[in-house]
């Protein structure tokens, strides 16, 4: 089994065997990650992947996890964002379903003849 070594802030120079390495490959590149968890005192060490990283974590035998970025996440939003105010203001307009349910009800609407 190949070994992995790998830095822990705290420890030093450590060594891993590939099963206890979690590589997340993401759609946005930018976003893939390696983790481990520190033999020597535990603490979850996570880091960034370059191409070049999981490349290397790939063929020692690390297992890459996919993951795909929904597009809405990747969307330009503009604007203020909401604040707790417009929550409000949108759980009281929830309140006034009925009044906006008697008001659709009260549109005429077209019947066909048979
Ligand atoms: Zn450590």
Do not use: N
């Not at 190949?2 to 030093?12: D, E, L, Q, S, W």
């Amino acid at each position: 089994m190949t070994t992995i070594k790998a830095t822990c802030p705290g420890c030093g120079d450590v060594e891993l065997a590939s099963p206890q390495v979690r590589l997340v490959v993401c759609s946005v590149s930018a976003w893939s990650f390696y983790a481990f968890h520190c033999p020597t005192c535990t603490d979850e060490v996570r880091r960034h992947a370059t191409d070049e990283v999981v490349r290397l974590l790939s063929t020692g035998g690390v297992t890459a996890e996919p993951w795909d970025v929904p597009a809405e996440a990747l969307e330009e939003r503009a604007g203020a964002t909401i604040s707790w105010d417009d929550v409000l203001d949108f759980t009281l307009a929830l309140e006034d379903t009925d009044v906006l349910a008697a008001i659709a009800g009260a549109v005429p609407t077209t019947r066909h003849l048979a």
